[in-house]
């Protein structure tokens, strides 16, 4: 069978276009540095910059190989202009810069352009080799870069700005910078971590627990936001919660020195001495901390806990020896006895200053210790702060007290944060309204009294007191325990703001409160004059137990020095 054999068609050659265009160029340009064959690498790049006159990277290129011909005067010309015209946010030029300059052994020049990097690059990317050339003209200058910041690690040092104002008790100024921090990098973990503590330590527990939440949806290995989070649920009582986390911490087992600490700490805040002890004694036999004393005295705390005592009182010996000027392991040594023999309650807190009562039975008759004190030691302020967030009543009313003494923005923050606690007494947020009334806090004050929200109206700016003396307390007191159940929450404010107005006014020539009782029933007679409330000298008499002769005489002094007769006749005419 015959086949019909089909002719071939001619084949066209294929012809593969060559495309001129800068990536042309700058692949050919690549190719020729790879040879060291810069000349042509050179006009391979000019022709790229050609092509895309506006694209900042071909212009750098090209200062790159003419920086590294030894070209640099060329090199500095194509630099300024990719800064002056084409992209003046592309800060590694001024890296660029500081490497022809520093070749040319221009160093003032080249300081001058590595600090213009230094403190405007974000990103960071030529960080090390920064550090490298700041060494060379340390050198060569004879002294340190006038150099104030570094963008790229702006976050950083920011970051431990806010962990030293923490470690201050300066809660609100570091939420303020923490949040700033975020702001600018959400990835932040290790600073939103802390911004969270710093929640926790302003009472702030529900922004503290989502903020830690955050941080363990993004990492939830993150030890420290496990650790700050079993703590919180310790103090809101989250049993539930904090039993199902401690499980997860026990089965855990960090390798850094740092996240044992944290671990063993915080497992002996929830009560888990035993595994704390564990971890405290394996940090003591590594040796890398072994002469720390607040770590001996950690360590004590659990082993007394567990009725170790004679371990117990070994740690503190230790502690004591490495730091003799502390009086902290003296104290427990001291008590270790009377604890062993069950006479006192083992220490719960695992802090390496004194017990908060005790710092005050040794300051109680010298406010100006106190002052000193709190502005003086970090440690101490927080534990100030702490108390008046977890102490009982009558911790919470001498902390109020003794932050009166300090009187700083920070002071201010958290009394007014206290005045908005649903959770706290009423009777302790009339204490915090009369301190900042005596230190010069004279704005608007919101208050949640009752649980009813209030606004104290603003008062006229009145002589700051130095000292709240407890006599001026007792006077408080008990004008507030007669006036309880008769006169409003407003009422009694306006009789607090009376009463510092009066001292302000007087003071230093105070007058000897000898009967404080008819203080108290002239400061109501004045309150109810004001609010037009009927009140008699006979009810004053009977409830107050004093003469009508020396309520008489209390409340001319009062008048005396606040003018009240005037100002009730100038705006209440009907008064009689």
């Not at 600018?184 to 969270?196: M, T, W």
């Not at 564990?278 to 004590?300: N, V, Y």
């Not at 005790?358 to 927080?382: C, H, M, Y």
């Not at 007058?511 to 000298?537: C, D, F, I, N, Q």
Request: aromatic share 10%; proline share 4%; net charge negative.
């Amino acid at each position: 069978m015959n086949q019909r054999k089909r002719a071939a068609k001619p084949r066209r050659p294929k012809v593969i276009p060559m495309r001129l265009d800068a990536t042309f160029f700058f692949e050919r340009a690549v190719q020729s540095l790879d040879r060291y064959h810069y000349d042509k690498a050179l006009k391979y790049f000019r022709r790229a910059v050609e092509y895309e006159p506006e694209n900042p990277v071909n212009h750098c290129n090209m200062a790159g190989i003419l920086s590294e011909m030894g070209r640099y005067e060329e090199s500095n010309v194509i630099l300024r202009s990719v800064l002056d015209q084409i992209d003046p946010a592309m800060t590694e030029c001024y890296y660029y810069l500081a490497n022809n300059y520093a070749n040319m052994e221009l160093f003032e020049a080249a300081e001058e352009a590595l600090v213009r990097y230094l403190e405007n690059d974000t990103e960071g990317q030529f960080l090390e080799e920064s550090d490298e050339l700041l060494d060379l003209l340390h050198y060569e200058l004879n002294r340190p870069a006038k150099l104030s910041t570094i963008k790229a690690k702006e976050n950083i040092y920011a970051h431990d700005k806010a962990r030293e104002l923490l470690e201050a008790g300066r809660f609100a100024e570091a939420v303020k910078m923490l949040e700033e921090i975020i702001e600018r990098q959400p990835d932040f973990l290790a600073a939103r971590n802390n911004l969270g503590l710093a929640y926790y330590y302003m009472g702030l527990f529900d922004k503290s627990i989502a903020t830690i939440t955050e941080v363990l949806d993004a990492e939830p290995g993150n030890l420290h936001a496990l650790c700050n989070l079993a703590i919180f649920y310790q103090h809101s009582n989250q049993q539930g919660q904090l039993q199902a986390l401690i499980s997860k911490l026990n089965k855990t087992i960090p390798f850094h020195p740092e996240h044992v600490f944290k671990m063993a700490t915080t497992l002996g805040i929830v009560g888990e001495h035993r595994e704390a002890y564990q971890h405290f004694r394996r940090l003591l036999r590594t040796g890398e901390l072994a002469g720390e004393p607040s770590l001996h005295h950690f360590a004590a705390i659990a082993a007394v806990n567990l009725h170790r005592y004679e371990e117990a009182k070994k740690h503190w010996q230790q502690a004591e020896k490495l730091d003799p000027g502390s009086q902290v392991p003296a104290f427990h040594l001291k008590r270790l006895e009377r604890v062993s023999a069950g006479e006192e309650s083992p220490p719960a807190h695992y802090h390496y200053h004194l017990p908060f009562e005790e710092q005050f039975k040794q300051w109680e008759n010298s406010p100006g210790q106190v002052t000193e004190a709190l502005k003086s030691d970090p440690l101490i302020r927080s534990s100030f702060f702490w108390a008046l967030r977890h102490g009982d009543r009558r911790t919470k009313v001498q902390v109020i007290q003794a932050l009166g003494l300090v009187a700083d923005d920070e002071v201010v923050e958290a009394l007014k944060a206290f005045l908005v606690d649903p959770d706290e007494e009423d009777e302790l947020k009339r204490v915090a309204v009369l301190v900042l009334r005596s230190i010069g806090v004279q704005d608007s004050l919101s208050v949640i009294f009752s649980g009813r929200a209030l606004t104290l109206e603003a008062r006229r700016k009145s002589a700051q007191l130095p000292v709240w003396d407890s006599a001026w307390q007792t006077v408080l007191e008990q004008a507030l325990e007669g006036m309880s159940g008769r006169y409003d929450v407003v009422q009694q404010h306006d009789m607090m703001t009376l009463w510092v107005d009066f001292l302000s006014r007087v003071y230093p020539d105070v007058p000897k409160l000898h009967k404080s009782t008819g203080w108290a029933a002239a400061l109501e007679y004045w309150t109810a004059k004001m609010h037009r409330r009927t009140v008699t000298y006979a009810d004053l008499v009977s409830r107050y137990g004093v003469s009508q002769a020396s309520i008489s005489r209390y409340a001319n002094r009062i008048d005396e020095a606040c003018g009240i007769r005037e100002k009730l006749d100038l705006t209440r005419p009907s008064f009689h």
